[in-house]
């Protein structure tokens, strides 16, 4: 029987992480530990994680980092499998823990798991819809796990179902960690433990049954700027430049809000909501198209641009040519 840990780094995480601590405590199955890192939190999520018996690691704020935080997490941690979420990510049901560890007895190769996000109620059309039909997508038939291999990794790299891996809702075996650990990196700590971890002969696996509530609706300006930065990591790690062809970007935009209208109509929004959630389609696939043009191409932007287009003022841009 494999020693489990349950692992969140925080900051403020207010009521979506009293929740996130709920949901943990109605898991049913395997006991675990619970490990927090939180980074210089002023609205007591410290003492809320303490009080719900977890052991909490304090760091300064400008010790954060997504991978370099992690690693330390999985120092702390005892478990064999250290279960990662985020501090608004809500376990969906009582067995998700369960099925989150039942990726490793799929196959003996697997070091890494994750499962879906759920939109949280009220969550917009356009992010509904994403997060319901991408996840489908990486589902099995009749939503049963996938096991991804390094042979199912595209060539040139790209991304794909197979390197898709998320810390928001995802496990990692100690052992494979001890070889391979999360990369000290701004953005796509994830997706890169998950290429190296395939690279390293490892398998990683997708749970359908594993599911989190946990979406986000930034307001304009905001989403524009971590579409900025994820789009920006996506150039670092995979070398993507999305098409700034205006017809490509115009019929992008057209398509998906389109696509948006549809959907909502399909699940039974009235006429005057179905109207609403258009035009918040379009501004929301808009930004999002400028933010893919401008992400993919931050290592020709001035860094004081890069700066401001950033959501976490990040100056930089570190290609990694992981397929040289």
Not at 130 to 156: H, I, K, N
Not at 185 to 191: F, G, K, L, M, S
Not at 219 to 230: I, M, N, S, T, V
Not at 299 to 305: E, M
């Amino acid at each position: 029987m494999r020693s489990v840990s349950v692992a969140i780094p925080v900051l403020d995480g207010g009521s979506r992480f009293r929740a996130v601590l709920e949901a943990l405590a109605a898991q049913g199955g395997p006991g675990y530990e619970l490990v927090i890192c939180d980074s210089g939190s002023s609205d007591g999520s410290d003492r809320a994680a303490a009080a719900a018996g977890a052991r909490v690691i304090r760091i300064d704020r400008s010790q954060f980092g997504h991978g370099r935080t992690r690693n330390l997490l999985m120092e702390e941690c005892t478990g064999d499998v250290v279960v990662f979420l985020t501090q608004d990510a809500v376990p969906a049901g009582r067995t998700w823990l369960r099925s989150m560890l039942a990726a490793f007895d799929l196959a003996p190769d697997v070091a890494l798991a994750c499962g879906p996000y759920l939109p949280i109620p009220g969550a917009s059309v356009a992010t509904s819809r994403e997060l319901l039909e991408m996840f489908a997508g990486m589902s099995g038939p009749a939503g049963t796990p996938v096991v991804y291999r390094a042979d199912d990794v595209p060539r040139p790299l790209q991304p794909s179902a197979a390197t898709f891996h998320t810390d928001a809702n995802g496990a990692l075996l100690r052992s494979a960690w001890t070889t391979t650990p999360f990369r000290d990196v701004a953005y796509a700590e994830d997706q890169l433990l998950a290429i190296d971890l395939l690279r390293a002969g490892h398998a990683r696996a997708f749970v359908p049954a594993a599911a989190v509530v946990h979406s986000h609706d930034y307001p304009f300006g905001e989403r524009f700027r971590r579409l900025f930065d994820e789009f920006r990591a996506l150039h670092e790690v995979y070398g993507l430049r999305t098409s700034a062809a205006p017809r490509a970007v115009l019929g992008t935009i057209r398509r998906q809000t389109a696509d948006d209208r549809a959907w909502s109509r399909a699940h039974g929004a009235s006429r005057g909501a179905t109207d609403r959630a258009t035009l918040a389609s379009f501004v929301h696939h808009t930004e999002r198209a400028a933010a893919s043009v401008a992400g993919t191409r931050a290592d020709r932007l001035p860094p004081s641009v890069r700066r401001r287009c950033s959501r976490d003022g990040i100056a930089g841009v570190a290609p990694l040519n992981l397929d040289a």
